[in-house]
């Protein structure tokens, strides 16, 4: 639990999302040690534990038993006039192989970039530091002999450790960047604290930035265990496909020293790499950035976690006291597309319950303009599942936050073949010069359908098309008065296959002050 609270006043908490995890106060960034153990999730991230902009780095924590319902818990590992603690992930040390553990009890040991002050003994440099944990993760102790890998660079950062099970043998690995140069490197380790170089990937596709925050996991492509392939998370700032942050995925083998990508784009004998549309993105919004995965989720799908917003204006959202969400948790596998495995994402968690359904429409056709839905649908919290037809129309949509000359727009556009979400209009986009923006993603129509599922809250939006094949994650900062639904089509007429929408309002709890953490 947080220890202090402000009774702020709820005005300016109009933004607060319901259904997507905030701290109380502060700004929060990137996901760090996603865990589950012992029948809760953790959630620890970056976090400034005094103030609302990027600065003071330090993992905050919050833990959930169901990915829904967060709570909370006090700073986990605080920086000081030595580090910032920036970003790194978690491990069950289940075998006691780091010898922190005490009396038998199983510790974890978190893996974090210590980002050296100039004052020091390593000005300037980052490098790979331990932490751990006797009691679950409440409070955490830095290991006296950091750093434990160090290569004297200015940008090694974020390293990802899971436990390699190899044929014969079973290590501890690390992913993680050289920043700068676009590439990921690779080491392993018996101890957590001796590390030998593996391997490094890269540059490849996107390099329009820096390249942060990788993982690395395993997956059954079509579900088929004998179809194993390795799947690498890069994130990238700037350069994502809708510009600034973003993140792409390579789909390869692993062999426990090397990964190899099947899905690099060749070069052209110019050098210069296939178009930016051909990478495979794993989010085509704006806010979706420092994707990673948890550690220790029973099952073989990997849920992954966002940080839902973007460093071209992050410091800059109109929200206070707190800043930066954290996305929808969503669970990913492969699939075969045209031959080629692709992510397919679905957020979990939030599931709407049947009887809470507001509005249930099949086959109804959409003329050309706007239609607004009855005003029982209407709201700030909301899932949306729709099947819709362009039929002769040139683009067939939602609006949703929609009142006062304001609304977000989301839909198909058949001359691009793709799905958009069009947030130009979409409450307050001048706080900052980059934000006002429209996304597209390309999908292509199955059986003349667009699927959308789509989930709004307080202060965005999330769209997954196509059964998540692609996802369009973008920030929104409608007045709380917009909670206008419609359904529109341009330059001829479609149809709604099929529209459900539930109000998720009713089934979460707003948040209030005394509550003192979980925001849903
Ligand atoms: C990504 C990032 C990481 C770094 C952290 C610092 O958003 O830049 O590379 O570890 O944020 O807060």
């Known amino acids: 639990m947080v220890e202090a609270v402000s009774l702020t006043p709820i005005g300016r908490e109009r933004f607060r999302p319901s259904i997507h995890y905030t701290a ?52 986990a590992i605080e920086g000081d006039v030595n580090e910032e603690i920036f970003s790194g992930s978690i491990v069950v040390d289940a075998g006691n192989t780091s010898g922190f553990g005490r009396a038998g009890t199983v510790p974890l040991v978190a893996v974090y970039t210590s980002a050296f002050t100039e004052q020091s003994a390593f000005p300037g440099v980052q490098a790979q530091s331990l932490a751990y944990s006797l009691d679950e993760g409440a409070t955490w102790a830095k290991y006296e002999g950091n750093p434990v890998l160090n290569r004297h660079s200015r940008d090694f950062r974020d390293p990802k450790v899971f436990r390699y099970e190899g044929l014969s043998e079973r290590y501890w690995v690390m992913v993680a960047v050289e920043a700068e140069d676009r590439t990921v490197v690779l080491y392993r380790s018996d101890d957590l604290r001796e590390w030998s170089f593996l391997s490094s990937f890269g540059p490849a596709n996107a390099t329009g930035g820096v390249w942060e925050c990788p993982d690395l996991f395993p997956l059954a492509v079509d579900g088929d265990p004998d179809r194993l392939k390795w799947v690498l998370i890069v994130n990238l700032n700037p350069g994502g496909i809708a510009g600034g942050s973003g993140g792409q995925y390579f789909v390869g083998n692993f062999d426990g020293t090397t990964f190899t990508s099947e899905s690099t784009i060749p070069k052209d004998s110019e050098g210069s790499g296939g178009g930016q549309e051909e990478c495979n993105w794993l989010d085509w919004g704006r806010d979706y950035y420092a994707a990673v995965s948890f550690s220790g989720v029973p099952g073989d799908k990997p849920i992954m976690i966002a940080w839902m917003n973007n460093w071209d204006y992050g410091n800059d959202i109109p929200t206070h006291p707190w800043k930066s969400a954290m996305s929808l948790p969503r669970e990913v596998s492969l699939i075969t597309v045209r031959g080629v495995p692709r992510l397919l994402q679905r957020a979990i968690a939030v599931v709407p319950d049947p009887d809470e359904v507001t509005l249930a429409i099949d086959h109804k056709t959409v003329d050309e303009g706007a239609e607004s839905l009855p005003e029982e649908c209407w709201g700030s919290v909301l899932h949306i599942e729709a099947a819709l037809t362009p039929g002769t129309a040139r683009e067939i949509g939602l609006i949703v936050r929609g009142g006062r000359g304001e609304g977000t727009f989301i839909g198909y556009d058949v001359e691009t073949g793709s799905v958009f979400v069009d947030r130009r209009h979409s409450g307050d986009v001048d706080f900052h010069p980059d934000f006002a923006s429209k996304e597209r993603a390309p999908a292509d129509l199955t059986g003349g359908k667009i699927r959308l599922r789509i989930y709004v809250d307080h202060s965005s939006v999330e769209v997954f098309a196509q059964d998540g094949l692609v996802t369009i994650t973008d920030q929104i900062f409608p007045e709380p008065s917009s909670r206008e639904i419609a359904i529109y089509a341009t330059h001829g007429s479609g149809a709604i296959d099929s529209l459900r929408i539930y109000n998720l309002e009713r089934t979460t709890t707003p948040p209030t002050a005394a509550q003192n953490g979980p925001h849903a």
């Open 24 to 75: 109380e106060q502060n700004w929060l960034n990137d996901p760090n040690g996603l865990l589950y153990y012992k029948g809760l999730y953790h959630l620890f991230y970056q976090y400034n534990p005094r103030g609302n902009v990027w600065g003071n780095m330090s993992w905050g924590h919050a833990s959930s038993p169901d990915l829904v319902n967060w709570t909370e818990r006090p700073v």
